[in-house]
């Protein structure tokens, strides 16, 4: 089944302590993304990436890292979590990087940091 | 100012009404425009894309985007009960990708 998948769903830390969220796509697409999602902001885009090595800031980066060493896996890095980071998270892949419009996302990842 | 708007509503519909759904945007530099569907507790999924201006129809669903005024519709016919879900707009016009923050739709059956 064509999918993104995302780990872990849910993810309850404290400031300060370091953690990975993984995201994997089995559809060989080109472009991968990450959001934020928070009650009356609606999505936000963190970092993209149109290929391997290719990353790119979105509009909410501050605080998160990413990397692309593989075309299917593209991981969130928090390096020392703030409470302003909870968040409900979501991983995206899009088939061309020059059309980054037909997204499929994968099905969320609760933050909590406390 | 937000570069892209959407009024979060809530919005309640009997069944079998048409919703009405839409958008404003400040970057003339976009060229696609999408509606995503999101029901609760789960990722967003593309329900459809216009690039540039004009109509898109899609079963019951019709996509409208006017660049002039800058600004996109979405019109669902004959609404059931499992259109009741979150619809985000969203728009690009290279990488990066602008959401609207949602309107919640609820068709009453």
Redesign the interface.
């Known amino acids: 089944e064509a999918q993104v998948t995302q780990n872990p769903r849910y993810l309850i830390t404290v400031t300060g302590k370091k953690l990975t969220v993984t995201c994997s796509q089995n559809m060989n697409h080109e472009y991968m993304s990450w959001y934020r999602q928070d009650p009356g902001l609606g999505l936000r885009q963190i970092y993209y990436s149109m290929n391997v090595e290719v990353t790119d800031k979105g509009d909410v980066p501050e605080g998160y890292k990413v990397s692309r060493k593989e075309k299917r896996n593209f991981p969130l890095i928090l390096e020392s979590p703030s409470p302003n980071q909870t968040s409900l998270y979501f991983c995206a892949s899009s088939p061309g990087a020059a059309a980054p419009h037909e997204q499929y996302f994968g099905p969320g990842t609760r933050l909590t940091v406390t | 100012q937000k570069e ?1 708007e ?1 009024d ?1 509503g809530p919005l309640s519909v009997p069944e079998g009404a048409i919703v009405s759904l839409n958008c404003t945007y400040s970057n003339s530099a976009f060229q ?1 425009f ?1 509606w ?1 569907r999101q029901y609760s ?6 329900l459809m ?1 216009t690039y540039s201006s004009g109509n898109k129809e899609d079963g019951r669903f019709t996509a409208q985007v006017d660049k002039s005024s800058k600004y996109i519709s979405l019109f669902i016919r004959d609404s059931q009960p499992s259109d009741s879900a979150t619809y ?1 707009c ?1 728009m ?1 016009g290279d ?8 309107t919640t739709v609820t068709v009453r059956a």
Not at chain 2, 41 to 46: A, I, S, T, V
Not at chain 2, 95 to 102: H, I, P, Q, V
């Open positions: 892209v959407q979060p696609y999408m995503y507790r789960k990722g967003p999924e593309l894309y985000l969203a690009t990488y990066k990708l602008s959401f609207g923050a949602g």
